[in-house]
């Protein structure tokens, strides 16, 4: 499995440094090529030239060395390999890694790459628990690093904890098992390719002024009593990176948002809602916009009567839950009185099968005039994950033609900045129409509407 694979282990300092030797022999053993790294304290561990003879390579150590620039650039180094392993990954570089620094070749090589990263952590085991450690291994998590281990065990200062390095192997395993499962390509970043693809479509010249738009995002909870409630994994971040989309092109845009774990995107009105119903009220208040994108994982379901007071275990029988439908956002608005109706009402179909077919009838069914199908069937990652494989479906409302665009698979920011693009177009051919102006105060305040 590893064989033809380009590692780029980088080397930092710790008395597990010596095991880092051993890795790359076993790397090298299953046909993977190891090209190292060092930070300037794993020079106290292991000497560059033990390092340097079993992986066949020279090491690479120095960020303002001539010769390692003129060789490789730092940028060309990281970027050069398929995958980048920091073993053994001390408490200190994972802290300069969380904060994005970039003061050695090691920092270096990590921040510019775009190839997935496993780490194996190994510290003092006060250290390994230390709350700062925890914060950026958590932050490192979220930035998509993978990580094996450590291991509990007695260690080398005399403490039993985790905090032992990985062993080799469980390290080739790691490795192995990502190669099996990538992570997806990027973070919530555009990649060169995508922001070569939103230049090249001209978005961000403020195409948006003046339009006023409703974006839906995230989950919904659907409370079942006052404790507990019914919800879906949807993590806001298509629908939030939507939203500053927008508001970059020079839209004035409202998010409706479920219960997500996102910060409020700069620029743009937020209102929190928790249930179908309440977002179904917020979207109403603002009515009329120019334009809404339906982003939101809305439950299709709630309980029909939610109980004033906990559940209570009673009796050998569980209670029945009985579910009432939730009213249907998008359908409502696109099917609305002509007077409220936005002159574009966007939804997203996700599918695991057949997805333009699905996503052509749904355009239908709901009355929209444009669906962005994606395939979220197992394995796409494309729940929670940070890139969108999306199939821009539209009806063209003169002629009723369907069209159909198939998007490249880019991060979820590229995804929003082309279809910020495709809606200035849509507005800069669409005949002149004064923007929608709303009348009375913008009130966050919810309050019942009903379908
Ligand atoms: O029917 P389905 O859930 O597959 O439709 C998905 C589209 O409809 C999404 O755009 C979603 O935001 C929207 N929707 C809605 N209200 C619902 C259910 C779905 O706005 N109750």
Same mark, same amino acid.
Request: glycine residues 8%.
């Given at each position: ?80 390999? +398929? ?30 790459? +775009? ?170 208040? +603002? ?165």
């Amino acid at each position: 499995m590893l064989h033809g694979k380009r590692i780029l282990l980088v080397i930092s300092g710790g008395i597990a440094a010596y095991k880092a030797l051993e890795l790359i022999r076993r790397l090298r053993e299953r046909g993977a090529s190891v090209r190292c790294v060092m930070s300037k304290s794993a020079h106290q561990f292991v000497t560059p030239l033990s390092v340097a003879a079993l992986s066949g390579d020279k090491v690479y150590d120095s960020l303002f060395s001539l010769t390692d620039e003129a060789e490789m650039g730092h940028i060309e180094l990281s970027r050069d390999a +398929d995958l980048l392993v920091v073993a053994p990954a001390s408490a200190d570089l994972l802290a300069r890694m969380a904060g994005g620094l970039a003061d050695d070749m090691a920092a270096t090589v990590l921040l510019a790459t +775009d190839k997935p990263v496993l780490a194996a952590p190994a510290m003092n085991v006060r250290m390994w628990l230390h709350p700062a450690t925890r914060r950026n291994i958590a932050q490192l998590k979220k930035d998509g690093v993978r990580f094996v281990g450590p291991d509990d065990g007695d260690m080398a200062c005399g403490e039993y904890g985790p905090g032992r390095m990985a062993e080799p192997l469980a390290i080739v395993a790691g490795i192995e098992a990502l190669f099996a499962d990538p992570p997806p390509p990027a973070p919530l970043l555009l990649r060169p390719a995508d922001a070569r693809a939103v230049a090249a479509n001209g978005n961000g010249g403020g195409g948006l002024a003046g339009r006023r738009i409703i974006v839906t995002s995230g989950p919904t909870h659907e409370p079942i009593d006052p404790v507990r409630y019914i919800a879906n994994r949807s993590s806001g971040k298509q629908g939030h990176a939507i939203a500053a989309a927008l508001a970059a092109a020079g839209a004035e845009v409202t998010l409706v948002t479920g219960p997500v774990s996102l910060p409020d995107p700069a620029g743009v009105k937020t209102v929190h809602v928790e249930s179908a119903r309440d977002m179904f009220s917020a979207c109403f208040l +603002d009515l009329p916009v120019d334009a809404v994108i339906c982003a939101a994982a809305v439950a299709d379901w709630r309980v029909a009567v939610e109980a004033d007071q906990k559940l209570k275990k009673a009796g050998d029988e569980p209670p029945v839950l009985r579910l009432a439908e939730n009213p249907d956002i998008l359908r409502a608005i696109a099917t609305t009185d002509a007077r409220r109706r936005p002159a574009l009402v966007v939804g997203f179909a996700a599918e695991t099968e057949a997805v333009v077919d699905y996503a052509t009838k749904k355009l239908k069914t709901k009355g929209c005039d444009w669906i962005l199908a994606n395939d979220v069937g197992a394995g796409t990652g494309t729940f929670g994950g940070d890139s969108n494989t999306i199939h821009l479906v539209r009806r063209d409302g003169a002629t009723d033609r369907i069209a159909v665009e198939h998007w490249p698979t880019m991060s979820k920011a590229a995804v929003a900045a082309k279809l910020a693009d495709a809606i200035a177009g849509f507005f800069s051919r669409s005949p002149a129409k004064p923007p929608a102006v709303k009348s009375g105060a913008r009130s966050s305040k919810l309050k019942e509407v009903r379908p």
